[in-house]
């Protein structure tokens, strides 16, 4: 079949396998470019639990093909049909695999729900068989509903500020209109059930399982990606449902630094164009403001980027950069003052009609396309191409 983007709203429901692969192997060379540090203090063993799309991936990647680790992943996504793509995640971790695999690196995945006991289990038992223990734990989970394991509830998130409704500018992605938007607060139960969901009590119950069965080693660390920002993303980000969540991963983290099981941290990282930012109102204007302003100044960087910079710079250095909270921050480019200080000048002057003249949005959407395979240089999309592709997941 010939594979174009279905867009519905802010999600695209179909993806191209050859663009995805092409997507991954991209970041692959990227990585294989840099130079990253060898010998004691490595990731040898890592554990991916979200591993196939955004941070989650390009923390595979760089793991793999940066340091030469084992990796093990973990997903939940839909595999193909006869007359349906799968989802991206799906076509991006079999390229993974496929390229690991090339290069004589473990590499195995288990697709399933990662909040779930069987998954969590599947997963020691693989370890105890294949790995022996993991020196990396990567919790990179975004999703908008759990299964409480314990008593089958189901859980989903919000995105709402708390308090008082917020209202701001906002961009349609699909008509290009700049116009406004307005949040009703959430109310209580609405804030419990978003950091049930989002919160850190799944990373705490998975390093948990994981000591209880022994495959952690003595010198584990494990970290949860988290987002900040500033001044105009906060009441959406902050105070607010999300932010709450977001909260209840800097808890787990001190919690889990109490037990000594692991050395925790919470990480925080840039923006960047992900399925679930571009859920989040506010976030696409800002984001193409961002593009804008980052790209002129040469310190634009996307996912891989930001993980190399992480794993050099925080994780496996003697020095990480650390803030109050102790969390690892490769954010600072975004924050920097100047910058801020360039992208709330421009933000009340961005309309419909100067919206291509203040901002980038059209790198905007390439980048959101690029995450379902589409807009990859060198990939013929007017091609015939066969949704299936054979995965050896577990």
Same mark, same amino acid.
Request: with cysteine.
């Given at each position: 079949?010939?594979?174009?983007?279905?867009?519905?709203?802010?999600?695209?429901?179909?993806?191209?396998?050859?663009?995805?692969?092409?997507?991954?192997?991209?970041?692959?060379?990227?990585?294989?470019?840099?130079?990253?540090?060898?010998?004691?203090?490595?990731?040898?063993?890592?554990?991916?639990?979200?591993?196939?799309?955004?941070?989650?991936?390009?923390?595979?990647?760089?793991?793999?093909?940066?340091?030469?680790?084992?990796?093990?992943?973990?997903?939940?996504?839909?595999?193909?049909?006869?007359?349906?793509?799968?989802?991206?995640?799906?076509?991006?971790?079999?390229?993974?695999?496929?390229?690991?695999?090339?290069?004589?690196?473990?590499?195995?995945?288990?697709?399933?729900?990662?909040?779930?006991?069987?998954?969590?289990?599947?997963?020691?038992?693989?370890?105890?068989?294949?790995?022996?223990?993991?020196?990396?734990?990567?919790?990179?989970? /975004? %999703?908008?509903?759990?299964?409480?394991? *314990?008593?089958? &509830?189901?859980?989903? !998130?919000? =995105? $709402?500020?708390?308090?008082?409704?917020?209202?701001?500018?906002?961009?349609?992605?699909?008509?290009?209109?700049?116009?406004?938007?307005?949040?009703?607060?959430?109310?209580?139960?609405?804030?419990?059930?978003?950091?049930?969901?989002?919160?850190?009590?799944?990373?705490?119950?998975?390093?948990?399982?994981?000591?209880?069965?022994?495959?952690?080693?003595?010198?584990?660390?494990?970290?949860?990606?988290?987002?900040?920002?500033?001044?105009?993303?906060?009441?959406?980000?902050?105070?607010?449902?999300?932010?709450?969540?977001?909260?209840?991963?800097?808890? /787990? %983290?001190?919690?889990?630094?109490?037990? *000594?099981?692991? &050395?925790?941290?919470? !990480?925080? =990282? $840039?923006?960047?164009?992900?399925?679930?930012?571009?859920?989040?109102?506010?976030?696409?204007?800002?984001?193409?403001?961002?593009?804008?302003?980052?790209?002129?100044?040469?310190?634009?960087?996307?996912?891989?980027?930001?993980?190399?910079?992480?794993?050099?710079?925080?994780?496996?250095?003697?020095?990480?950069?650390?803030?109050?909270?102790?969390?690892?921050?490769?954010?600072?480019?975004?924050?920097?003052?100047?910058?801020?200080?360039?992208?709330?000048?421009?933000?009340?002057?961005?309309?419909?009609?100067?919206?291509?003249?203040?901002?980038?949005? /059209?790198?905007?959407?390439?980048?959101?396309?690029?995450?379902?395979?589409?807009?990859?240089?060198?990939?013929?999309?007017?091609?015939?191409?066969?949704?299936?592709?054979?995965?050896?997941?577990?």
């Amino acid at each position: 079949m010939i594979i174009q983007p279905k867009i519905r709203g802010f999600i695209c429901i179909n993806a191209h396998p050859v663009g995805c692969a092409a997507h991954v192997n991209e970041q692959i060379a990227a990585t294989k470019e840099q130079a990253f540090p060898t010998g004691q203090g490595q990731p040898k063993n890592v554990l991916v639990i979200g591993a196939s799309t955004g941070y989650g991936l390009a923390s595979r990647i760089t793991a793999a093909f940066g340091y030469q680790a084992s990796t093990l992943g973990i997903f939940f996504e839909k595999p193909p049909t006869d007359r349906k793509t799968a989802s991206a995640g799906y076509y991006n971790s079999a390229a993974f695999e496929h390229a690991a695999h090339a290069d004589g690196l473990y590499a195995k995945s288990i697709n399933g729900d990662a909040f779930s006991n069987e998954i969590k289990q599947q997963a020691i038992d693989l370890i105890k068989a294949d790995l022996g223990k993991i020196d990396l734990v990567v919790y990179s989970l /975004a %999703s908008p509903r759990r299964t409480d394991p *314990n008593d089958g &509830a189901v859980y989903s !998130s919000t =995105l $709402k500020p708390i308090g008082q409704a917020y209202t701001s500018k906002n961009l349609n992605t699909d008509t290009q209109v700049v116009g406004e938007i307005s949040v009703e607060p959430a109310n209580d139960e609405e804030i419990a059930n978003t950091v049930k969901v989002m919160g850190g009590e799944d990373w705490e119950m998975w390093i948990d399982a994981l000591s209880s069965a022994g495959v952690l080693s003595e010198d584990c660390k494990s970290v949860a990606y988290t987002y900040i920002g500033d001044k105009l993303t906060k009441p959406i980000y902050g105070h607010a449902t999300i932010g709450k969540a977001k909260e209840d991963l800097d808890r /787990a %983290s001190s919690a889990l630094n109490a037990t *000594n099981k692991v &050395a925790a941290n919470v !990480s925080v =990282l $840039k923006a960047v164009v992900t399925q679930s930012s571009s859920a989040i109102p506010v976030m696409p204007l800002y984001l193409a403001i961002l593009f804008k302003e980052m790209q002129a100044a040469g310190t634009h960087e996307g996912c891989i980027g930001q993980l190399h910079r992480l794993y050099k710079e925080c994780i496996y250095n003697d020095a990480p950069r650390l803030d109050d909270e102790n969390r690892f921050r490769v954010d600072e480019l975004e924050l920097l003052p100047e910058m801020q200080a360039k992208i709330e000048a421009i933000w009340p002057q961005v309309t419909t009609e100067n919206l291509h003249e203040l901002s980038d949005f /059209a790198e905007y959407q390439r980048e959101f396309l690029r995450l379902f395979g589409f807009r990859i240089d060198g990939v013929d999309y007017e091609v015939e191409v066969d949704p299936i592709v054979e995965a050896n997941f577990l």
